[in-house]
């Protein structure tokens, strides 16, 4: 078994990609590359946004906001959905209340 086929996607994951059957939308490589890009920058923000937070004194939930805006931005590479789900993932292992409103809805 090769490493790429070892990597757990999670179901939240898994549904950025899933139709209403449940059927992925794109080769499961794909999947497995874009989850490993969007946890690994999930993780790379955690230090950051705890600088942001505590130095400059911006609240979590201004700071998830900013942090999605970034990813939704033309130019940084993520869907709308892969933003929102690096910016959950990030305010779960940054252990930040969450709230969907940063995500405008």
């Given at each position: 078994?090769?490493?790429?086929?070892?990597?757990?996607?999670?179901?939240?994951?898994?549904?950025?990609?899933?139709?209403?059957?449940?059927?992925?939308?794109?080769?499961?490589?794909?999947?497995?590359?874009?989850?490993?890009?969007?946890?690994?920058?999930?993780?790379?923000?955690?230090?950051?946004?705890?600088?942001?937070?505590?130095?400059?004194?911006?609240?979590?939930?201004?700071?998830?906001?900013?942090?999605?805006?970034?990813?939704?931005?033309?130019?940084?590479?993520?869907?709308?959905?892969?933003?929102?789900?690096?910016?959950?993932?990030?305010?779960?292992?940054?252990?930040?209340?969450?709230?969907?409103?940063?995500l405008g809805g």
């Open positions: 078994m090769s490493d790429e086929n070892q990597i757990h996607v999670p179901p939240s994951f898994t549904a950025l990609y899933s139709d209403a059957r449940q059927r992925l939308s794109v080769p499961m490589a794909e999947l497995r590359a874009r989850y490993e890009l969007c946890e690994d920058l999930a993780q790379q923000l955690v230090d950051h946004s705890q600088q942001v937070h505590h130095d400059l004194g911006v609240s979590q939930d201004e700071v998830l906001a900013r942090s999605y805006a970034g990813l939704c931005s033309a130019d940084s590479g993520f869907s709308g959905a892969e933003a929102g789900w690096v910016v959950r993932r990030l305010a779960e292992v940054l252990g930040w209340p969450w709230d969907d409103a940063v």
